[in-house]
């Protein structure tokens, strides 16, 4: 999904509601978010009235809020506080800022309700005890939700043999692309069907590069993503570390240093030489957010996302390819998670919510594509939609399943079947269904990411010369604990699947 990380892949982060809000009276008909009348159950208002609607405070990841983004929250209130009397107040942090952003609320206890995280954050913020557990609440409180995600996607969650959290049932498995724009396909002959590996890319990419002229960056990239899926190759445990893995076919499950690998060292050099050449920008260290119109970029993805990314990027085609996958990981499945606080004061009503948003086509549509009339329009019910603006900020694959949400028009009608049918084609890591219990490594789990944190940026995206940084950064991984990390999860792998 699920976006490049912003899309859905992506591989790659959102967050949740709150806010306090009376409940309405009276026996005039309530108006829905599309203008039509309803008749209220007056007895559902009746015990409303008794006690307030509660608000829920939704930490997301997403883009720039547009002018219109309140009157849209407010139209999903309006329907939700009389279907489940709930409302949200969704907080948007920006793709640059979210990991940052989240690890503070985390680390100093703000108040929220529900958090989107992922497998790069997920078993470290359940060690610090941020998430409510809800094993038997989910299964007690939201049967609909429970039966909807399958049994698979629900033990890619678990920690400790628990649930802290409602996973994302979409493309849960992992399908890697290459994305060109079409314009560059054409002027330039790019065969993408035969774009299987990075040395393959090699040519069209230096191709643009000549004809495109000096300024024109045919790879562009941010610092947090790099090149969406460079690691894929190897399971990080759930870590969200990437210097730690499991080769995910490897069937001894041998854990590895995985930037010593010769494969990904090849990689990083071809990377390097890119950088050096001007087929990446050479902001890319720095830069946090992407501009439109990329002449290619990678991104996890399904079917039909092209044309989502077209409106998002004002290009006319984007053209996609597969060339990875599709794969199930434990941290696929977490790829895309919604947590609930351990310090909510409403863990069922934010159950409840999250049920909402998997099973009630209406609110998924609204929360994926923005206002009624403004932001997007309904071609088939609510089964089918035309988008009529690019500035929704919020990320569809981090909110809800994929199967009760309409096809944006120009996607195959058949999306989310061929979404289905992916994960029922996808291999299994080795390791699937193992998770790194860091409660006893969090103090060098920590301070390798500090190392990590120091040099990923330059690294993943080709700005520094592997050759030289790959030895210092293990040797200072080393020295933080990478190596008592490594032995502890090979023996933790051994005893799972002994």
Not at 92 to 121: L, R
Not at 271 to 288: E, F, R, S, V
Not at 291 to 299: H, I, M, Q, S, T
Request: aromatic content about 10%; some cysteine.
């Amino acid at each position: 999904m699920k976006k490049s990380l912003r899309f859905l892949s992506a591989l790659c982060v959102m967050t949740l509601m709150l806010a306090a809000l009376a409940a309405c009276g009276g026996s005039k008909p309530a108006s829905t978010s599309d203008g039509s009348s309803t008749t209220p159950d007056t007895s559902k208002e009746s015990a409303a009235a008794s006690k307030d609607v509660p608000t829920l405070t939704w930490w997301t990841i997403g883009g720039q809020v547009p002018n219109n983004f309140s009157k849209a929250i407010d139209a999903m209130n309006a329907y939700t506080a009389e279907k489940i009397g709930v409302k949200i107040d969704i907080k948007v942090a920006s793709w640059g800022e979210w990991d940052t952003k989240m690890n503070t609320i985390v680390n100093t206890g703000e108040p929220f309700d529900i958090m989107f995280t992922n497998s790069g954050k997920y078993s470290k913020q359940v060690a610090m005890g941020a998430f409510a557990d809800i094993t038997d609440l989910v299964q007690s409180e939201t049967p609909d939700l429970y039966k909807l995600i399958p049994e698979k996607v629900w033990e890619g969650t678990k920690i400790g043999g628990k649930y802290y959290s409602v996973p994302t049932y979409k493309d849960s498995s992992l399908t890697q692309y290459w994305v060109f724009d079409d314009k560059h396909v054409q002027k330039y002959n790019i065969d993408i069907n035969q774009m299987k590996t990075l040395q393959d890319l090699d040519k069209p990419l230096h191709d643009m590069k000549a004809g495109e002229g000096k300024s024109f960056y045919p790879l562009p990239m941010t610092q947090g993503e790099g090149l969406n899926g460079f690691f894929n190759e190897y399971d990080d445990l759930t870590l969200g570390f990437p210097p730690i893995g499991v080769k995910a076919d490897d069937a001894s499950r041998t854990v590895v240093s995985v930037l010593e690998q010769p494969d990904i060292m090849a990689n990083l050099k071809l990377l390097h030489g890119w950088y050096q050449d001007g087929i990446i920008n050479p902001d890319a260290p720095t830069k946090t957010e992407n501009d439109k119109g990329r002449a290619f970029f990678a991104a996890q993805a399904f079917p039909g996302a092209e044309v989502s990314w077209q409106i998002n990027d004002a290009v006319e085609k984007y053209d996609m390819v597969q060339h990875y996958g599709p794969i199930y990981t434990t941290s696929t499945i977490q790829g895309s998670l919604n947590a609930i606080s351990a310090n909510s004061k409403y863990k069922q009503e934010a159950l409840k919510y999250l049920e909402l948003v998997n099973t009630d086509p209406k609110l998924r549509n609204m929360l994926a594509f923005g206002e009624l009339g403004v932001d997007y329009n309904n071609v088939d019910g609510e089964k089918v939609i035309e988008r009529t603006s690019d500035t929704w900020p919020l990320a569809a694959y981090t909110q809800g399943t994929f199967f009760n949400l309409a096809v944006t028009k120009g996607a195959p009608e058949d999306q989310w079947e061929q979404v289905k049918k992916l994960n029922d084609a996808a291999t299994s890591s080795t390791i699937l269904g193992f998770a790194l219990d860091i409660t006893d490594l969090q103090t060098e789990v920590a301070n390798c990411q500090a190392v990590w944190d120091k040099y990923k940026y330059e690294l993943i995206t080709g700005a520094s010369d592997p050759e030289k940084m790959v030895p210092k950064i293990t040797a200072e991984l080393k020295s933080a604990g990478m190596d008592t990390i490594m032995q502890a999860a090979q023996e933790q792998i051994n005893q799972y699947f002994k």
